[in-house]
Each structure stands twice: as structure tokens, then as C-alpha cells.
């Protein structure tokens, strides 16, 4: 299972492999989301979460967490538990660390609709993600 420290390195080298993280291709944040999920920190979650990206790179990406399996798909999906959206510009900075969920939101960067417990699920399992410098 992968740590926060290889986690962080993992994206780090994902977005320096890259170039400028800011024409980075979401489609590889989300697939390496996938390879570092933390299976053993879902047992017993089932949901669907809608990221809508805002901006030129941006567009609608489905997450979805089942039997401790984590698939994601471009476009919208029916019924999700929980929709987010903010602008692709600040979620790369989220992703990069630079930027932490909790101040997103309370800066209306970031909007919540739906179940608020998967929400914080979500951000409890990929807290890893860009967050140790």
C-alpha cells in the first residue's frame, strides 16, 4: 500500500514527467488516483463522485468506489453521491498540495452537493495525495 511520502512522490514525478502541471492531461491525475487508492481504507464504501472541472482543461470525470475497488470515467454519471466542482486551475493546485480542500471550500473554490460523510470519505481516503512537501 502506498504511503503519503510515495504517494506525493508518485504525482510529483507524474507532473515533472509532464512539463507544466497546468497543460498536464487530468485523465493521468485521475488514473494515478486509481493506481494509489488505498483499498484498505474503503471496506464498506460504496459511491459515485462527479468531479466538474471548470476551464479549458477542464470536463467531467466520474469516480467510482465499490468493493474496495476504485474505477474512474470520463463524463457524468446518474445519481452520484456527491458532486464537486471547482476550477481546473485549482484542482491541480489542490492535487500539487498548494492548495488544501478545507480552504478551497470555505473560499467557494471548491462547491459540495450531496452526501457530505462520502465527501469527507473521499478526501480522508487520497488526503496522501499532494499534501507532504
Given at each position: 500500500?502506498?504511503?503519503?511520502?510515495?504517494?506525493?512522490?508518485?504525482?510529483?514525478l507524474?507532473?515533472?514527467?509532464?512539463?507544466?502541471?497546468h497543460?498536464?492531461?487530468?485523465?493521468?491525475?485521475?488514473?494515478?488516483?486509481?493506481?494509489?487508492?488505498?483499498?484498505?481504507?474503503?471496506?464498506?464504501?460504496?459511491?459515485?463522485?462527479?468531479?466538474?472541472?471548470?476551464?479549458?482543461?477542464?470536463?467531467?470525470w466520474?469516480?467510482?468506489?465499490?468493493?474496495?475497488?476504485?474505477?474512474?470515467?470520463?463524463?457524468?454519471?446518474?445519481?452520484?453521491?456527491?458532486?464537486?466542482?471547482?476550477?481546473?486551475?485549482?484542482?491541480?493546485?489542490?492535487?500539487?498540495?498548494?492548495?488544501?480542500?478545507?480552504?478551497?471550500?470555505?473560499?467557494?473554490?471548491?462547491?459540495?452537493?450531496?452526501?457530505?460523510?462520502?465527501?469527507?470519505?473521499?478526501?480522508?481516503?487520497?488526503?496522501?495525495?499532494?499534501?507532504?512537501?
Amino acid at each position: 500500500m502506498p504511503s503519503a511520502l510515495s504517494t506525493r512522490v508518485a504525482l510529483e514525478l507524474l507532473f515533472s514527467l509532464r512539463g507544466d502541471a497546468h497543460l498536464m492531461n487530468v485523465a493521468d491525475i485521475f488514473d494515478e488516483m486509481v493506481r494509489l487508492f488505498p483499498a484498505e481504507k474503503a471496506t464498506g464504501l460504496r459511491a459515485r463522485f462527479l468531479f466538474r472541472l471548470g476551464g479549458e482543461q477542464g470536463g467531467d470525470w466520474t469516480i467510482t468506489i465499490a468493493d474496495q475497488t476504485c474505477s474512474v470515467t470520463p463524463g457524468l454519471t446518474e445519481k452520484p453521491d456527491v458532486t464537486i466542482s471547482m476550477d481546473i486551475t485549482d484542482f491541480l493546485k489542490m492535487v500539487r498540495g498548494e492548495l488544501p480542500p478545507v480552504v478551497a471550500f470555505m473560499q467557494g473554490k471548491l462547491k459540495l452537493q450531496g452526501d457530505m460523510d462520502k465527501a469527507m470519505k473521499l478526501q480522508e481516503l487520497f488526503a496522501s495525495i499532494g499534501t507532504e512537501r
